[in-house]
């Protein structure tokens, strides 16, 4: 019978009993999961947590001081050690009389920033327009680039090159 998994690890197994050892020919992997996430075993700790939304390089160094943990590979921690990797990432401070989340990660983030979007879509400013038509807010030229958000060329009928 297989032994249940700790909340913090998935095992991803192909083929074959899983409670037998796994023959070389079965892939296996295990992913520790921390604010929400599945972080890669296979990189040192301060990268695998740059893969949680809300989180970049000196975010991930902050977090690892503050525990005290030293920048490991992932799948050499500890079940104490992403214990409390968890909690730090779910404290919560008191801050003007409320209690906050100490990190604002993943989907409590994504959706602060589409409210922002949304409220100045609401109140017609000229950021918000410019989020609406789809086009950049901080100031950039579009004659000739920001493919990216006003999409694929169209061309326009009735246009010809001019001759010399």
Known sequence: M?????????????????????????????????????????????YSLQHIYGIGRTRARQILWEVGLENKVTKDLTEEELTTLREELSNEVTVKGRKEKKYMIEGELRAFNALNIRRLIEIQCYRGT??????????????NNCRTLKGKRVPVAGKKKATR
């Open 2 to 46: 297989a032994k249940p998994l700790a909340p913090s690890s998935s095992v991803l197994r192909k083929g074959g009993d899983p409670s037998s050892p796994s023959p070389s020919n079965t892939l296996s992997i295990q992913c520790a999961r921390v604010g929400g996430v599945e972080i890669p075993d296979n990189k040192r700790i301060e």
């Open 130 to 143: 410019r989020h609406q038509k789809g086009l950049p807010c901080r100031g950039q030229h579009t004659r």
